[in-house]
T-cell receptor
Framework: GAGVSQSPSNKVTEKGKDVELRCDPI?????LYWYRQSLGQGLEFLIY????????KSGLPSDRFSAERTGGSVSTLTIQRTQQEDSAVYLC???????????????FGQGTRLTVV | AQKITQTQPGMFVQEKEAVTLDCTYD???????LFWYKQPSSGEMIFLIY??????QNATEGRYSLNFQKARKSANLVISASQLGDSAMYFC??????????FGGGTRLMVKP
């Protein structure tokens, strides 16, 4: 597609249920990022992928959070046993891997708004 | 590790005036890139401007310019001739050779008519 696509756009789930959030990056973008944004707050880094590997998983808030990326393309962020504090907008972004002295602008999806009730 | 600090949680500016949004960074990498993004109330993230660490000149994109002071590790965004549509959250970000992209906490800009 032309841009980063995230699904679903909105998700309401009951506390304790598992959820899966999907990100379809721009074709050819090898870097993929997941961020979480609570209302009116900044972007909290969760995880990023270079190809299929995740060099940095330090941002995942707990072991209930996991992410994978297959085929160097689509990524899934899974939250197990959801809690109310997991409610937020989950943003995905992708970028080309170029020299750092080149503009490696990250393109963002529209986000998934997760509400845990 | 790399870090971005935006010390202004919120700012007001009069329409048609210029405004500077502060950003300082910390990184141990010799090469890095600096970005500014705008996030209006609709929630989308809009790329504004990029500055490479080896760029000799400050980046400019229309009404946006980046005041890059490498020795001070600052990358302030200057918006000239503010418009009502500039009201939004603004995020500064840094990336390094590993393509790790780190954002600051953001500044909410409000343009007064």
């Amino acid at each position: 597609g032309a841009g980063v696509s995230q699904s679903p756009s909105n998700k309401v789930t009951e506390k304790g249920k598992d959820v899966e959030l999907r990100c379809d990056p721009i074709s050819g973008h090898t870097a993929l990022y997941w961020y979480r944004q609570s209302l009116g707050q900044g972007l909290e880094f969760l995880i990023y992928f270079q190809g299929n590997s995740a060099p940095d998983k330090s941002g995942l808030p707990s072991d209930r959070f996991s992410a994978e990326r297959t085929g160097g393309s689509v990524s899934t962020l899974t939250i197990q046993r959801t809690q109310q504090e997991d409610s937020a907008v989950y943003l995905c972004a992708s970028s080309l891997v170029q020299g750092v002295d080149m503009n490696t602008e990250a393109f963002f999806g529209q986000g998934t708004r997760l509400t845990v009730v | 590790a790399q870090k971005i600090t935006q010390t202004q949680p919120g700012m007001f500016v009069q329409e048609k005036e210029a405004v500077t949004l502060d950003c300082t960074y910390d990184t141990s990498d010799p090469s890095y890139g600096l970005f500014w993004y705008k996030q209006p109330s609709s929630g989308e993230m809009i790329f504004l401007i990029y500055q490479g660490s080896y760029d000799q000149q400050n980046a400019t994109e229309g009404r946006y310019s980046l005041n890059f002071q490498k020795a001070r590790k600052s990358a302030n965004l200057v918006i000239s001739a503010s418009q009502l549509g500039d009201s939004a959250m603004y995020f500064c970000a840094i990336t390094n050779a590993g393509n790790m992209l780190t954002f600051g906490g953001g500044t909410r800009l409000m343009v007064k008519p």
